[in-house]
Protein backbone atom coordinates (compact mmCIF):
# COMPACT_ATOMS: atom_id res chain seq x y z
CA UNK A 1 0.00 0.00 0.00
CA UNK A 2 1.50 3.88 -0.94
CA UNK A 3 1.06 6.21 2.08
CA UNK A 4 0.26 9.35 0.92
CA UNK A 5 1.55 13.03 1.67
CA UNK A 6 -0.21 15.55 3.66
CA UNK A 7 -0.14 17.58 0.46
CA UNK A 8 -1.22 14.84 -1.65
CA UNK A 9 -4.57 14.29 0.73
CA UNK A 10 -5.43 17.76 0.52
CA UNK A 11 -4.75 18.03 -3.32
CA UNK A 12 -7.49 15.52 -3.52
CA UNK A 13 -10.42 16.65 -5.43
CA UNK A 14 -13.74 16.81 -3.68
CA UNK A 15 -17.54 15.53 -5.65
CA UNK A 16 -20.46 17.21 -4.32
CA UNK A 17 -24.04 16.19 -4.18
CA UNK A 18 -25.62 18.59 -6.44
CA UNK A 19 -22.51 17.79 -9.14
CA UNK A 20 -19.91 20.71 -8.50
CA UNK A 21 -16.43 19.48 -8.01
CA UNK A 22 -14.36 21.09 -5.20
CA UNK A 23 -10.73 21.15 -6.50
CA UNK A 24 -8.88 20.55 -3.18
CA UNK A 25 -9.50 19.71 0.16
CA UNK A 26 -8.70 23.06 1.70
CA UNK A 27 -11.52 26.09 1.86
CA UNK A 28 -10.73 29.96 3.50
CA UNK A 29 -14.09 30.22 6.35
CA UNK A 30 -16.12 32.78 6.07
CA UNK A 31 -14.91 35.95 7.74
CA UNK A 32 -16.52 38.92 7.92
CA UNK A 33 -14.44 41.88 5.77
CA UNK A 34 -16.85 45.32 6.94
CA UNK A 35 -15.21 46.25 3.39
CA UNK A 36 -18.61 47.75 1.54
CA UNK A 37 -19.12 50.93 1.02
CA UNK A 38 -21.99 53.07 2.71
CA UNK A 39 -24.93 51.45 0.64
CA UNK A 40 -23.93 47.95 1.53
CA UNK A 41 -22.66 46.96 -1.45
CA UNK A 42 -19.09 45.59 -2.76
CA UNK A 43 -16.09 47.13 -3.52
CA UNK A 44 -13.24 47.15 -5.31
CA UNK A 45 -11.51 46.71 -1.64
CA UNK A 46 -12.97 43.16 -1.28
CA UNK A 47 -12.43 42.62 -5.24
CA UNK A 48 -8.88 42.86 -3.98
CA UNK A 49 -8.76 41.15 -1.29
CA UNK A 50 -10.54 37.82 -2.61
CA UNK A 51 -8.50 38.28 -5.76
CA UNK A 52 -5.71 37.63 -3.32
CA UNK A 53 -7.40 34.28 -2.04
CA UNK A 54 -8.55 32.75 -5.08
CA UNK A 55 -4.73 33.05 -6.37
CA UNK A 56 -4.13 31.92 -2.61
CA UNK A 57 -4.74 27.89 -3.41
CA UNK A 58 -7.74 26.99 -1.15
CA UNK A 59 -10.36 24.94 -3.71
CA UNK A 60 -13.17 26.87 -1.88
CA UNK A 61 -13.53 30.53 -0.43
CA UNK A 62 -16.41 31.61 1.62
CA UNK A 63 -17.36 35.15 1.36
CA UNK A 64 -17.23 36.85 4.95
CA UNK A 65 -21.26 36.99 6.42
CA UNK A 66 -23.62 38.47 3.43
CA UNK A 67 -26.82 40.23 5.75
CA UNK A 68 -30.19 39.39 3.97
CA UNK A 69 -31.90 42.55 5.35
CA UNK A 70 -30.08 45.85 6.06
CA UNK A 71 -31.58 46.34 9.50
CA UNK A 72 -29.98 43.68 11.02
CA UNK A 73 -25.85 43.59 10.33
CA UNK A 74 -23.26 42.12 12.50
CA UNK A 75 -21.11 45.97 11.07
CA UNK A 76 -22.18 48.92 9.44
CA UNK A 77 -19.45 47.20 6.32
CA UNK A 78 -21.51 44.27 6.39
CA UNK A 79 -22.57 43.52 2.56
CA UNK A 80 -26.25 43.19 2.22
CA UNK A 81 -28.27 41.10 -0.82
CA UNK A 82 -32.09 41.80 0.49
CA UNK A 83 -33.84 41.79 -3.38
CA UNK A 84 -33.58 45.71 -3.43
CA UNK A 85 -30.39 45.66 -5.29
CA UNK A 86 -29.45 48.22 -8.16
CA UNK A 87 -28.37 47.72 -11.24
CA UNK A 88 -25.11 49.06 -9.42
CA UNK A 89 -25.37 46.69 -6.32
CA UNK A 90 -25.75 43.55 -9.17
CA UNK A 91 -22.60 44.55 -10.99
CA UNK A 92 -20.41 44.90 -8.31
CA UNK A 93 -21.71 41.35 -6.70
CA UNK A 94 -20.32 40.46 -10.39
CA UNK A 95 -17.32 41.68 -9.76
CA UNK A 96 -16.39 40.55 -6.31
CA UNK A 97 -18.24 37.48 -8.09
CA UNK A 98 -15.50 37.27 -10.40
CA UNK A 99 -12.49 38.63 -8.31
CA UNK A 100 -13.40 35.83 -6.06
CA UNK A 101 -13.37 32.88 -8.95
CA UNK A 102 -10.01 34.53 -10.75
CA UNK A 103 -8.23 31.41 -10.29
CA UNK A 104 -10.79 28.84 -11.08
CA UNK A 105 -12.00 27.98 -7.33
CA UNK A 106 -15.14 27.99 -6.14
CA UNK A 107 -16.60 31.21 -4.22
CA UNK A 108 -20.03 30.40 -1.91
CA UNK A 109 -21.97 32.99 -0.23
CA UNK A 110 -22.27 32.78 3.28
CA UNK A 111 -25.73 34.62 3.47
CA UNK A 112 -26.80 35.95 7.48
CA UNK A 113 -29.29 37.41 9.79
CA UNK A 114 -27.63 38.81 12.43
CA UNK A 115 -30.41 38.79 14.72
CA UNK A 116 -29.49 40.02 18.28
CA UNK A 117 -26.12 40.06 17.69
CA UNK A 118 -26.80 43.48 15.59
CA UNK A 119 -24.80 46.36 16.92
CA UNK A 120 -26.61 48.26 19.01
CA UNK A 121 -26.22 51.62 17.10
CA UNK A 122 -27.38 49.66 14.07
CA UNK A 123 -30.50 48.88 15.47
CA UNK A 124 -30.99 49.13 19.05
CA UNK A 125 -34.22 46.95 18.79
CA UNK A 126 -32.91 43.71 16.35
CA UNK A 127 -35.70 41.00 15.50
CA UNK A 128 -34.50 37.95 17.41
CA UNK A 129 -36.53 34.51 18.47
CA UNK A 130 -37.20 36.27 22.00
CA UNK A 131 -36.40 39.23 24.33
CA UNK A 132 -33.22 37.94 25.03
CA UNK A 133 -30.31 40.09 25.27
CA UNK A 134 -26.81 38.97 24.71
CA UNK A 135 -24.97 38.60 27.85
CA UNK A 136 -22.05 40.52 27.23
CA UNK A 137 -21.47 44.08 29.25
CA UNK A 138 -20.37 46.99 27.15
CA UNK A 139 -23.84 47.40 25.54
CA UNK A 140 -22.56 46.54 21.95
CA UNK A 141 -26.13 45.50 21.64
CA UNK A 142 -29.43 46.41 21.63
CA UNK A 143 -32.44 44.89 23.57
CA UNK A 144 -33.79 42.47 21.12
CA UNK A 145 -37.82 42.12 20.38
CA UNK A 146 -39.57 39.04 19.69
CA UNK A 147 -40.32 38.44 15.97
CA UNK A 148 -43.86 37.65 15.15
CA UNK A 149 -44.84 34.58 13.23
CA UNK A 150 -45.26 36.66 10.10
CA UNK A 151 -41.97 38.15 10.57
CA UNK A 152 -40.41 34.67 10.71
CA UNK A 153 -42.37 32.98 7.82
CA UNK A 154 -41.14 35.30 5.79
CA UNK A 155 -37.42 34.55 6.79
CA UNK A 156 -36.96 31.46 3.95
CA UNK A 157 -38.31 33.65 1.47
CA UNK A 158 -35.56 36.11 2.42
CA UNK A 159 -32.32 33.59 2.28
CA UNK A 160 -33.94 32.23 -0.98
CA UNK A 161 -34.44 35.69 -2.93
CA UNK A 162 -30.31 36.41 -1.76
CA UNK A 163 -29.08 32.80 -2.90
CA UNK A 164 -30.76 33.30 -6.26
CA UNK A 165 -29.45 36.66 -6.92
CA UNK A 166 -25.93 34.82 -5.83
CA UNK A 167 -26.11 32.69 -7.89
CA UNK A 168 -27.42 35.04 -11.06
CA UNK A 169 -24.15 37.05 -10.12
CA UNK A 170 -21.33 34.57 -10.59
CA UNK A 171 -20.96 33.10 -7.17
CA UNK A 172 -20.62 29.45 -7.11
CA UNK A 173 -22.52 28.37 -4.00
CA UNK A 174 -24.21 29.77 -1.03
CA UNK A 175 -23.93 28.75 2.70
CA UNK A 176 -26.88 29.57 5.10
CA UNK A 177 -25.47 31.01 8.73
CA UNK A 178 -26.80 28.74 11.16
CA UNK A 179 -24.21 29.05 13.89
CA UNK A 180 -22.07 31.46 16.23
CA UNK A 181 -25.58 32.85 17.76
CA UNK A 182 -26.94 35.01 14.83
CA UNK A 183 -30.82 34.55 13.85
CA UNK A 184 -30.76 30.97 12.89
CA UNK A 185 -28.13 29.72 15.01
CA UNK A 186 -30.46 31.67 18.29
CA UNK A 187 -33.95 29.95 17.23
CA UNK A 188 -31.86 26.77 17.81
CA UNK A 189 -31.05 27.90 21.49
CA UNK A 190 -32.98 27.23 23.88
CA UNK A 191 -31.48 29.76 25.94
CA UNK A 192 -32.06 32.79 23.38
CA UNK A 193 -35.29 30.97 21.86
CA UNK A 194 -37.73 31.09 24.62
CA UNK A 195 -41.16 30.81 22.28
CA UNK A 196 -43.67 28.30 22.99
CA UNK A 197 -45.32 28.75 19.75
CA UNK A 198 -44.72 26.33 16.18
CA UNK A 199 -41.28 27.79 16.55
CA UNK A 200 -39.94 27.12 19.58
CA UNK A 201 -40.32 24.69 22.42
CA UNK A 202 -39.04 21.19 21.17
CA UNK A 203 -36.10 20.79 19.11
CA UNK A 204 -38.10 20.46 15.85
CA UNK A 205 -39.59 23.71 16.37
CA UNK A 206 -36.25 25.19 17.38
CA UNK A 207 -35.37 24.04 13.91
CA UNK A 208 -38.11 24.70 12.07
CA UNK A 209 -36.81 28.22 10.63
CA UNK A 210 -33.71 27.05 9.44
CA UNK A 211 -34.82 23.67 7.81
CA UNK A 212 -37.84 25.55 5.63
CA UNK A 213 -35.06 28.29 4.79
CA UNK A 214 -32.57 25.40 3.30
CA UNK A 215 -35.90 23.75 1.59
CA UNK A 216 -36.86 27.66 0.09
CA UNK A 217 -33.13 28.58 -1.02
CA UNK A 218 -32.76 24.62 -2.75
CA UNK A 219 -35.52 25.25 -4.83
CA UNK A 220 -34.61 29.49 -5.79
CA UNK A 221 -30.52 27.70 -6.62
CA UNK A 222 -32.00 24.71 -8.21
CA UNK A 223 -30.68 20.95 -7.63
CA UNK A 224 -27.17 21.57 -9.55
CA UNK A 225 -25.92 24.35 -7.32
CA UNK A 226 -24.33 23.70 -3.86
CA UNK A 227 -25.80 24.32 -0.93
CA UNK A 228 -24.12 24.77 2.94
CA UNK A 229 -24.98 25.12 6.29
CA UNK A 230 -22.52 26.30 8.97
CA UNK A 231 -23.73 25.19 12.31
CA UNK A 232 -22.68 24.64 16.32
CA UNK A 233 -21.22 21.26 17.35
CA UNK A 234 -22.68 22.84 20.44
CA UNK A 235 -23.28 26.24 22.23
CA UNK A 236 -20.92 25.40 24.64
CA UNK A 237 -23.46 26.74 27.30
CA UNK A 238 -26.00 25.62 30.33
CA UNK A 239 -29.31 25.11 28.70
CA UNK A 240 -28.02 26.11 25.09
CA UNK A 241 -28.07 24.05 21.82
CA UNK A 242 -26.32 20.28 22.62
CA UNK A 243 -24.07 18.42 20.74
CA UNK A 244 -27.21 15.77 20.76
CA UNK A 245 -29.45 18.29 19.35
CA UNK A 246 -26.93 19.35 16.59
CA UNK A 247 -26.14 15.56 15.48
CA UNK A 248 -30.13 15.50 15.07
CA UNK A 249 -30.43 18.66 13.41
CA UNK A 250 -27.60 17.65 11.07
CA UNK A 251 -29.40 14.55 10.52
CA UNK A 252 -32.08 16.93 8.78
CA UNK A 253 -30.35 19.18 7.06
CA UNK A 254 -28.80 15.89 5.20
CA UNK A 255 -32.50 14.88 4.07
CA UNK A 256 -33.08 18.30 3.03
CA UNK A 257 -30.56 17.75 0.30
CA UNK A 258 -27.85 20.40 1.72
CA UNK A 259 -24.30 19.48 -0.43
CA UNK A 260 -22.08 20.10 2.79
CA UNK A 261 -22.09 20.53 6.59
CA UNK A 262 -19.64 23.18 8.25
CA UNK A 263 -18.95 22.33 11.64
CA UNK A 264 -18.11 25.06 13.92
CA UNK A 265 -19.40 26.16 17.82
CA UNK A 266 -20.15 29.32 20.30
CA UNK A 267 -21.37 32.64 20.03
CA UNK A 268 -20.63 36.08 21.39
CA UNK A 269 -21.21 34.87 24.69
CA UNK A 270 -19.38 31.59 25.08
CA UNK A 271 -16.31 32.40 21.78
CA UNK A 272 -15.43 28.67 21.29
CA UNK A 273 -15.05 28.99 17.33
CA UNK A 274 -11.82 31.02 18.26
CA UNK A 275 -10.79 28.74 21.70
CA UNK A 276 -11.27 31.88 23.26
CA UNK A 277 -13.09 32.16 27.11
CA UNK A 278 -16.53 33.61 27.66
CA UNK A 279 -17.70 35.03 30.37
CA UNK A 280 -19.07 31.53 32.17
CA UNK A 281 -17.51 28.77 32.26
CA UNK A 282 -17.50 26.74 28.97
CA UNK A 283 -20.18 24.18 29.64
CA UNK A 284 -18.75 20.48 28.12
CA UNK A 285 -20.90 18.60 26.02
CA UNK A 286 -21.59 14.97 26.20
CA UNK A 287 -21.68 13.93 23.11
CA UNK A 288 -19.08 10.41 22.84
CA UNK A 289 -15.93 11.77 21.54
CA UNK A 290 -12.83 9.37 21.98
CA UNK A 291 -10.10 11.34 23.89
CA UNK A 292 -7.16 10.84 20.53
CA UNK A 293 -5.32 13.92 20.58
CA UNK A 294 -6.70 16.11 17.81
CA UNK A 295 -5.41 19.55 16.23
CA UNK A 296 -9.00 21.34 15.87
CA UNK A 297 -11.62 22.61 18.23
CA UNK A 298 -14.59 20.46 16.62
CA UNK A 299 -12.83 17.76 15.39
CA UNK A 300 -13.93 15.40 18.07
CA UNK A 301 -17.14 15.63 16.55
CA UNK A 302 -16.55 14.36 13.43
CA UNK A 303 -16.72 11.19 13.73
CA UNK A 304 -20.80 11.12 15.19
CA UNK A 305 -21.69 13.78 12.68
CA UNK A 306 -19.98 12.15 9.66
CA UNK A 307 -21.97 8.58 10.64
CA UNK A 308 -25.07 10.87 10.63
CA UNK A 309 -24.48 12.01 7.54
CA UNK A 310 -26.10 9.70 4.20
CA UNK A 311 -25.18 12.22 0.93
CA UNK A 312 -23.71 15.84 2.60
CA UNK A 313 -20.18 16.01 2.90
CA UNK A 314 -18.66 17.55 5.77
CA UNK A 315 -16.57 20.40 6.78
CA UNK A 316 -14.60 21.02 10.09
CA UNK A 317 -13.29 24.89 11.28
CA UNK A 318 -11.30 25.80 13.67
CA UNK A 319 -7.54 25.10 14.97
CA UNK A 320 -6.20 23.69 12.12
CA UNK A 321 -2.39 24.17 11.31
CA UNK A 322 -0.79 21.49 10.52
CA UNK A 323 -0.90 19.59 7.41
CA UNK A 324 -0.34 16.30 9.46
CA UNK A 325 -3.10 17.53 11.33
CA UNK A 326 -5.59 17.99 8.37
CA UNK A 327 -4.46 15.03 6.43
CA UNK A 328 -5.60 12.87 9.82
CA UNK A 329 -8.76 15.04 9.97
CA UNK A 330 -9.70 13.71 6.31
CA UNK A 331 -7.89 9.83 6.60
CA UNK A 332 -9.10 9.38 10.42
CA UNK A 333 -12.40 11.38 10.75
CA UNK A 334 -14.44 11.13 8.04
CA UNK A 335 -14.16 15.13 7.65
CA UNK A 336 -14.13 16.15 3.75
CA UNK A 337 -13.11 19.63 3.87
CA UNK A 338 -10.43 21.44 6.05
CA UNK A 339 -11.51 25.30 6.91
CA UNK A 340 -9.13 27.58 7.66
CA UNK A 341 -9.37 31.38 9.17
CA UNK A 342 -6.64 33.59 10.53
CA UNK A 343 -3.90 32.33 9.40
CA UNK A 344 -5.23 33.41 6.09
CA UNK A 345 -5.61 37.04 7.15
CA UNK A 346 -1.81 37.15 7.32
CA UNK A 347 -0.72 34.82 4.64
CA UNK A 348 -3.17 34.57 2.11
CA UNK A 349 -1.33 32.17 -0.41
CA UNK A 350 -0.43 29.54 2.74
CA UNK A 351 -3.30 27.13 1.57
CA UNK A 352 -0.90 26.98 -2.44
CA UNK A 353 2.21 26.45 -0.27
CA UNK A 354 0.38 23.81 1.72
CA UNK A 355 -0.69 21.58 -0.75
CA UNK A 356 2.63 22.19 -2.94
CA UNK A 357 4.15 20.62 0.45
CA UNK A 358 6.15 23.75 0.65
CA UNK A 359 5.20 24.42 4.02
CA UNK A 360 3.76 21.87 6.55
CA UNK A 361 2.21 24.37 9.01
CA UNK A 362 0.22 27.49 9.51
CA UNK A 363 0.81 30.50 11.98
CA UNK A 364 -0.60 30.32 15.18
CA UNK A 365 -0.65 33.98 15.70
CA UNK A 366 -3.74 33.12 18.58
CA UNK A 367 -0.85 31.80 20.60
CA UNK A 368 0.61 35.45 20.51
CA UNK A 369 -1.55 37.93 20.69
CA UNK A 370 -2.21 39.75 23.46
CA UNK A 371 -2.92 43.38 24.87
CA UNK A 372 -0.64 42.92 28.32
CA UNK A 373 0.85 40.87 30.44
CA UNK A 374 -0.83 37.25 31.11
CA UNK A 375 -2.69 38.53 34.13
CA UNK A 376 -3.99 41.34 31.55
CA UNK A 377 -4.14 39.00 28.36
CA UNK A 378 -7.05 36.87 26.99
CA UNK A 379 -6.92 34.14 30.04
CA UNK A 380 -6.70 37.02 32.77
CA UNK A 381 -8.64 35.99 35.68
CA UNK A 382 -10.72 39.29 35.50
CA UNK A 383 -13.16 38.63 32.63
CA UNK A 384 -13.42 42.19 31.49
CA UNK A 385 -9.95 41.36 30.37
CA UNK A 386 -10.74 38.81 28.69
CA UNK A 387 -13.65 40.41 26.70
CA UNK A 388 -11.73 43.66 25.81
CA UNK A 389 -8.73 40.74 24.70
CA UNK A 390 -11.26 39.27 22.52
CA UNK A 391 -12.23 42.69 20.92
CA UNK A 392 -8.85 43.41 20.77
CA UNK A 393 -7.01 40.74 19.18
CA UNK A 394 -10.13 40.35 16.60
CA UNK A 395 -9.70 44.15 15.67
CA UNK A 396 -6.14 42.98 14.83
CA UNK A 397 -7.73 40.52 12.08
CA UNK A 398 -9.72 42.85 10.83
CA UNK A 399 -6.85 45.80 10.34
CA UNK A 400 -4.84 42.51 8.78
CA UNK A 401 -7.90 42.27 6.23
CA UNK A 402 -7.59 46.05 5.65
CA UNK A 403 -3.93 45.92 4.87
CA UNK A 404 -4.25 42.85 2.65
CA UNK A 405 -7.21 44.90 0.73
CA UNK A 406 -5.26 47.86 0.20
CA UNK A 407 -1.62 47.09 0.44
CA UNK A 408 -1.66 43.54 -0.77
CA UNK A 409 0.35 42.63 2.21
CA UNK A 410 -0.50 41.91 6.24
CA UNK A 411 1.01 44.12 8.79
CA UNK A 412 1.48 41.53 11.47
CA UNK A 413 3.78 43.99 13.76
CA UNK A 414 0.71 45.59 14.44
CA UNK A 415 0.31 45.45 18.34
CA UNK A 416 -3.02 45.08 19.48
CA UNK A 417 -4.08 47.38 21.32
CA UNK A 418 -3.51 50.00 18.43
CA UNK A 419 -5.30 47.53 16.56
CA UNK A 420 -8.46 47.95 18.98
CA UNK A 421 -7.91 51.55 18.89
CA UNK A 422 -7.78 51.81 14.67
CA UNK A 423 -10.45 49.30 14.47
CA UNK A 424 -13.06 51.05 16.49
CA UNK A 425 -11.93 54.30 14.70
CA UNK A 426 -13.16 52.55 10.99
CA UNK A 427 -15.90 51.12 12.69
CA UNK A 428 -17.19 54.38 13.89
CA UNK A 429 -16.69 56.00 10.49
CA UNK A 430 -18.49 53.07 8.57
CA UNK A 431 -21.21 53.36 10.64
CA UNK A 432 -21.45 57.39 10.54
CA UNK A 433 -21.28 56.84 6.85
CA UNK A 434 -23.95 54.45 6.66
CA UNK A 435 -26.02 56.26 9.34
CA UNK A 436 -25.99 59.42 6.76
C1 LIG B 1 -11.79 38.26 11.38
C2 LIG B 1 -12.76 37.12 11.50
C3 LIG B 1 -14.04 37.25 11.00
C4 LIG B 1 -14.95 36.17 11.06
N1 LIG B 1 -16.18 36.30 10.48
C5 LIG B 1 -16.97 35.19 10.36
C6 LIG B 1 -18.14 35.23 9.55
O1 LIG B 1 -18.48 36.24 8.92
N2 LIG B 1 -18.88 34.10 9.47
C7 LIG B 1 -18.52 32.94 10.11
O2 LIG B 1 -19.21 31.94 9.98
N3 LIG B 1 -17.41 32.88 10.86
C8 LIG B 1 -16.62 33.97 10.98
N4 LIG B 1 -15.43 33.87 11.67
C9 LIG B 1 -15.04 32.56 12.24
C10 LIG B 1 -14.22 31.77 11.23
O3 LIG B 1 -14.98 31.39 10.11
C11 LIG B 1 -13.65 30.50 11.88
O4 LIG B 1 -14.75 29.71 12.30
C12 LIG B 1 -12.72 30.80 13.06
O5 LIG B 1 -11.81 31.83 12.73
C13 LIG B 1 -11.94 29.55 13.48
O6 LIG B 1 -11.10 29.08 12.46
P1 LIG B 1 -9.49 29.30 12.54
O7 LIG B 1 -9.03 28.67 13.83
O8 LIG B 1 -8.93 28.63 11.35
O9 LIG B 1 -9.28 30.78 12.56
C14 LIG B 1 -14.55 34.95 11.67
C15 LIG B 1 -13.26 34.85 12.20
C16 LIG B 1 -12.36 35.91 12.12
C17 LIG B 1 -10.99 35.74 12.68
Not at 88 to 96: G, I, Q, T
Not at 281 to 295: F, K, M, N, V
Amino acid sequence: MTVRSPSEILRTKLALPCGATLPNRLAKAAMTERLADAHNRATPRLERLYRLWSEGGAGLLFTGNIQIDRRHLEAAGNVVIDGTESEAALAALRRFAAAATTAGNHAWVQLSHAGRQTQKPINPHPQAPSAVAVALPGGRFGEPVAMTTEQIASLPERFARAAKIARETGFTGVQLHAAHGYLLSSFLSPRANRRSDAYGGSLEARARVLLSSVRATRAAIGPDFPLSVKINSADFQRGGFSAEDSLTVVRWLDAEGIDLVEISGGSYEQPAMMAIDGLEPREQPTLPASTRAREAYFQAFAPAIRAALTRARLMVTGGFRTAAGMAAAIEADGIDVIGLGRPLCVDPAAPARLLRGEITQLDRWENQLRIGPGWLGPHSPFPLMRVVNGFGVQGWYYEQLVHLADQGEARPNLGVLAALIADQRREARTLAALVR
